[in-house]
């Protein structure tokens, strides 16, 4: 079967940096993204990584391993407002997301 | 500027009673989704469209109807809803059925009396 691993919840403090993991095993591969997802609202965009290695953009990172089915996310000079869901998604040989349950990331000032 | 547009953001319908759940979007992209989303669950695919192309996935209840009268809109109905419906209905749009990122509404957050 498919399935993607993400720790439940996570605890940081503000201005700190916090490395979210994503384990993978899925029929085929097309691309692993990130999106973040406030209490009570749609995901929005983060990340896409499809090649090995790391992508960044300002305050948010996304790293890639196919070879170990592994990514994480990593967000630096964390803010209050970073406290939200942040679900790892993968998008299989069929061109379908397939989904992690999320990692909840409570930040503490 | 809303380029994913769910209506109502809240429905509170009663068990057994029809409801009817709306998006739209302005973007043009030919595909739409629909999932469900239970509290710190991953969000679960329902259906999608491909243009007018309907597909359903294998575990989706016949409870759970859609339609696409146009590019632009997509509705989902859910016939009989029983407690275990309530959900968060989150619809989802891409340009195309590749690597394209998915664009979500706000969601419409379901509650079943």
């Known amino acids: 079967g498919q399935n993607i691993d993400q720790p439940t919840e996570m605890t940081a403090t503000e201005g700190a940096i916090v490395q979210i993991n994503c384990t993978y095993q899925?029929?085929?591969?097309?691309?692993l993204f990130w999106y973040q997802q406030h209490a009570g609202e749609a995901p929005t965009f983060l990340s896409y990584?499809?090649l090995d290695g790391l992508e960044e953009k300002g305050r948010f990172s996304s790293f890639l391993s196919r070879s170990k089915g592994y990514s994480y996310l990593l967000l630096k000079e964390l803010q209050m407002k970073d406290s939200a869901s942040y679900l790892c998604?993968?998008?299989?040989?069929?061109?379908?997301?397939?989904w992690g349950a999320g990692t909840k990331l409570i930040i503490k000032p | 500027d809303a380029m994913v547009i769910q209506n109502p953001r809240y429905q509170v319908t009663q068990f057994g009673k029809p409801v009817t759940l709306s998006c739209s979007q302005t973007?043009?992209?030919?595909?739409m989704y629909w999932y469900q989303q239970k509290s710190s669950q991953a969000p679960k695919l329902l259906f999608h469209?491909?243009?007018?192309?309907?597909?359903n996935e294998a575990d989706t209840p016949d409870n759970f109807q859609s339609r696409r009268p146009n590019t632009s809109f997509c509705f989902l109905d859910i016939r009989s809803p029983g407690l275990g419906d309530a959900a968060m209905y989150l619809c989802?749009?891409?340009?195309?059925?590749?690597?394209?990122?998915?664009?979500f509404g706000p969601g419409t957050r379901l509650t079943v009396l």
């Open positions: 989802a749009t891409t340009r195309g059925r590749d690597t394209d990122t998915q664009y």
């Open positions: 998604a993968v998008l299989d040989s069929n061109y379908q997301l397939i």
């Open positions: 469209y491909y243009d007018k192309d309907f597909n």
């Open positions: 973007l043009n992209h030919n595909v």
């Open positions: 899925t029929s085929g591969f097309n691309g």
């Open positions: 990584n499809v």
